[in-house]
DNA sequence: CTGAAAGCGCTTACAG
DNA sequence: CTGAAAGCGCTTACAG
């Protein structure tokens, strides 16, 4: 009658030993399911294993696998609370991640130093295998860095120079649909509230309304930059409202401030849509239960942190068959992987309709 | 001159310790600042590490201290989304943490049994040494069963059994004084639209608003319960406003509700102050640049997180120092500790107006 | 004040 | 197919 006893402190891969009656090795063999164990003997391991409640030793698999089984991801405060795209995203890693062994950890650093810092000290530490790397800027110098770290890293999003492997979701389809839904309901001035333009999803959109608005032979210099931030777009609205000539639609790079502009329209009397048509990006939950509900740009953000945290691991992986210990080679040099996600789609409301003016509809159709 | 070789791998501390000529035991105990170092010599072993890049190992240290330094925080996908509380009450515990060498581990749970096994897990393999409880519900399993497993917690509001430290902040004052402010503006029928009743802040928004409305002599049947979403707000709206009497202001559990609130008014050509008094509450960045501004209430959720983190952090040294190794005596009865920081406010902007009613105005100044 | 050694709990070549 | 042993990189009593 083996095992008759109660342990009263964590039992350990010995505890297990004992009580199966073979050694450390047949155990750890029989838990991470490597041959060399007789079927018989592995299953009466795994039975003790679970009768005694083991769990193995986070710490200790770390020090001798030379593996965290974590990822890091860092981001700004102001971003981490501006953005609904964050939590989905959040919630498709931690499904990836959980379903493979592995944890997420959290920075929250106060500034671009702070965060370098961060991910260097997560790596130096080892307490991190690799690094999510989001909000990607323009001339962003971190793919780079990471790259020379030897740290596993992608982006979400892709950067021109792409060291790193990456998954992106097209936001430009819903900007470009946004705005030809415009034009096809007749708008003429067409104008844009970008986001910060050392952005790359900041920028992509505002080059993207460019584009469209151009290739329709309309005017271009409609747009004002903002922050994503509600107040930044209610300024931005103002100063389109306050122009000689406004435009009689705007596409807003976010959700948060087509709200805001909708409420700058309201209080001089602008009504939405019929004098003002309005899109937004991100089709918050909020958005559809907005008077007039707001017509926006979806992207499946669950399932970007999900393609985004499969990636991450499997660099992970090739980066420590492909031996990390050396620096003279970065271990993304392995193979770099874009991914490319069914692009962001518009999502047709109610606050667009046809300008207001006595102008000649020109709906191409 | 010693030190003059550059190492390919990552230094460990027996590196250092044959670069600065001294012993393992002696790096290990100069790096933590022990006495048993001649000033001297410490100084050499400090200069040694930093030229050599030496930053412990992060497994290694946890498996000999039984420490992982890191913290824990479990949020269900729905709640991490819907809240602006969240990202700034985050910010504040990455703030200490990062300052006291720990890092924040967060889990997305799908569901409270997912929660459960998630802090089961991360307790078991040791990935942590403590966690925050938030979303506290009426009758919570977690407190007790945390407090069961020997896992240090801190709960982020105080149950009324309290077997767990807390930190908490008074939401009620905040409820009390839109209320208050409502009926000094002569409103007589003040609505209620409320967050689940099986979270406990939800039941404390809506009983302070019973409780405030039912001591100025008002009726207390004009609430509805919703959960704290847009869809929720609308609906609950709607039904307050189809009422034969419908209240001339409402109180809403939050911003989002609120706004869409104020969006289903509007649709009905409700005018909101003048037909329809409303304050949310969260004060969210979006609140003010509403049209009208929303008068909402505001709680310090950043100081918040630093509190909890601190707190947090605190119990867990008691908790070793008081043995952890002793199931019989579960770590948390060392010393129960509630924090409670300064209450929420109101923040009057311009949603709320006397009521639109002949009726004689009550204020009572 | 300092050094040599054991130990934390795993994994993994390496012999049998 | 299995067992004994070394090693991961720290910390910490314990002798000197």
Redesign the interface.
Known sequence: MPGGQRL???PTIVDVARVAQVSKGAVSFALNGRPGVAEHTRERILTVAAEL?W??????R??SMRR?H?VGLARQ?EL???D?FF??F??G???VL?GRGN??????P?NAAAERD?YH??A????VDGVFLSDLRVDDPRPSALAELGLPAITIGRTPKSLLSSVSLDDRAGIEDAVTHLVALGHRRIGHVAGQQHFLHGRARKATWRRVVRAAGLPTNLSVTADF???G??RATATLLDLAEPPTAIVYAND?MA??G???A??RGVSVPDQLSVTGFDDT??S????PALTTVRSDALGWGVAAAELLLDVIEAASAHGL????RPAQSAQVVHLELPPAQLVLRDSCAPPPSPRPRVARR
């Open positions: 009263t402190r964590r409640g769990r193995p030793s986070a710490s200790a770390s020090l965290a974590a405060p981490l609370g501006a609904p939590p989905p959040i919630a890693v931690e499904t959980a944890v997420l950890v959290l920075q929250v106060r961060g000290r997560l130096a530490d080892g307490r931030t509600a107040s777009g209610a948060v709200i805001a909708m409420a700058v309201a209080s939950e909020l559809r239960h907005l008077c210990a050396r620096p003279d």
